[in-house]
């Protein structure tokens, strides 16, 4: 492994984290309490998902609230300080973000991708499935803020009063075997920094996914057995001052086969506004980052990358 293992179980955990998310940006995450037949369930509903047929699962195509089917050739990475992405990601994928009903405080207070998933109606225990895992995962991120108002010095709550409730992405990513004919820029997933606070991914035995370590080589990360491949987003870099490092990170899938991967990410509410915390920003100097207002930074980065976002905002 090229980045370092964290046990959020073990006395010093807080300061690990701290020196691991400022040097490298990511670690192997173990000792987390997900059960494996959480791990293994949703990973299974995947490659059920997708062996599905086209036509199902283009019947919940991705909708304006950022849930149901992303084929693939539909998103490309057009954020990217880190390389000039003109082709989309060979990926295919479904998301369900947080659950809120149709008629629910979330929905009738206009908040941002607020509302009820689509679910593959055929396939009668995937839902039930994906809802276990998220709720494990929920639990696991908000000990996780814990660990971070710990070892950056926040008071208790700082940062967790930010998650009632949290805004979650649970996504299962299919990436097809990468001819080898293909270019250089024929990426999986194009060079990239995730946009929220924290990312939890489970990964299969293929591999693929490679970080930029702190001398700007790019290093493969292999699975770790049990483990979460855990990473900090732009919004955690913001809060933290630059203090906590988003790493990029790409995919590339060389194993000759079929890659799937479950990124779980964890996020503040959408009508969080994120400033540097005071902690953070040393003694004379004013803060690095100006105040950014999450809902309105995730639309801009929605716009920016999906097909389906932009034509029904005409961009």
């Given at each position: 492994?090229?980045?370092?293992?964290?046990?959020?179980?073990?006395?010093?955990?807080?300061?690990?984290?701290?020196?691991?998310?400022?040097?490298?940006?990511?670690?192997?995450?173990?000792?987390?309490?997900?059960?494996?037949?959480?791990?293994?369930?949703?990973?299974?509903?995947?490659?059920?998902?997708?062996?599905?047929?086209?036509?199902?699962?283009?019947?919940?195509?991705?909708?304006?609230?950022?849930?149901?089917?992303?084929?693939?050739?539909?998103?490309?990475t057009?954020?990217?300080?880190?390389?000039?992405?003109?082709?989309?990601?060979?990926?295919?994928?479904?998301?369900?973000?947080?659950?809120?009903?149709?008629?629910?405080?979330?929905?009738?207070?206009?908040?941002?991708?607020a509302?009820?998933?689509?679910?593959p109606?055929?396939?009668?225990?995937?839902?039930?499935?994906?809802?276990?895992?998220?709720?494990?995962?929920?639990?696991?991120?908000?000990?996780?803020?814990?660990?971070?108002?710990?070892g950056?010095?926040?008071?208790?709550?700082?940062?967790?009063?930010?998650?009632?409730?949290?805004?979650?992405?649970?996504?299962?990513?299919?990436?097809?075997?990468?001819?080898?004919?293909?270019?250089?820029d024929?990426?999986?997933?194009?060079?990239?920094?995730?946009?929220?606070?924290?990312?939890?991914?489970?990964?299969?035995?293929?591999?693929?996914?490679?970080?930029q370590?702190?001398?700007?080589?790019?290093?493969?990360?292999?699975?770790?057995?049990?483990?979460?491949?855990?990473?900090?987003?732009?919004?955690?870099?913001?809060?933290?001052?630059?203090?906590l490092?988003?790493?990029?990170?790409?995919?590339?899938?060389?194993?000759?086969?079929?890659?799937?991967?479950?990124?779980?990410?964890?996020?503040?509410?959408?009508?969080?506004?994120?400033?540097?915390?005071?902690?953070?920003?040393?003694?004379?100097?004013?803060?690095?980052?100006?105040?950014?207002?999450?809902?309105?930074?995730?639309?801009?980065?929605?716009?920016?990358?999906?097909?389906?976002?932009?034509?029904?905002?005409?961009?």
């Amino acid at each position: 492994s090229t980045i370092p293992t964290i046990d959020p179980t073990v006395p010093g955990a807080a300061a690990r984290l701290v020196d691991a998310y400022a040097t490298y940006g990511f670690a192997h995450l173990v000792g987390h309490g997900v059960p494996e037949d959480l791990v293994a369930a949703v990973f299974r509903a995947s490659h059920e998902f997708h062996a599905s047929a086209a036509e199902q699962k283009a019947s919940i195509a991705l909708d304006e609230r950022h849930r149901g089917y992303i084929a693939i050739d539909t998103s490309t990475t057009r954020h990217s300080p880190l390389a000039v992405v003109t082709k989309p990601n060979q990926s295919e994928s479904f998301i369900a973000l947080r659950e809120d009903p149709a008629g629910g405080e979330q929905v009738r207070a206009g908040h941002y991708l607020a509302g009820p998933n689509q679910w593959p109606l055929w396939l009668p225990g995937f839902r039930p499935a994906l809802e276990a895992y998220q709720r494990a995962m929920v639990a696991l991120g908000m000990r996780l803020i814990g660990l971070v108002e710990e070892g950056l010095g926040c008071a208790p709550g700082e940062l967790s009063r930010h998650f009632a409730p949290p805004t979650t992405w649970l996504r299962l990513l299919h990436y097809p075997p990468r001819p080898a004919s293909a270019p250089d820029d024929l990426y999986g997933s194009a060079p990239h920094i995730d946009f929220g606070f924290l990312t939890l991914l489970a990964q299969d035995g293929a591999g693929g996914l490679e970080v930029q370590t702190p001398d700007g080589q790019w290093a493969a990360v292999p699975p770790m057995a049990g483990a979460f491949v855990m990473n900090v987003g732009e919004m955690l870099h913001r809060w933290s001052n630059g203090v906590l490092r988003a790493t990029p990170h790409r995919v590339y899938n060389r194993s000759g086969g079929d890659r799937y991967s479950v990124p779980f990410f964890f996020d503040p509410h959408v009508s969080t506004t994120i400033a540097p915390l005071a902690v953070c920003v040393p003694a004379g100097e004013g803060p690095r980052f100006e105040p950014v207002h999450f809902g309105e930074f995730l639309r801009g980065r929605l716009q920016g990358s999906y097909l389906q976002h932009q034509a029904r905002t005409g961009g």
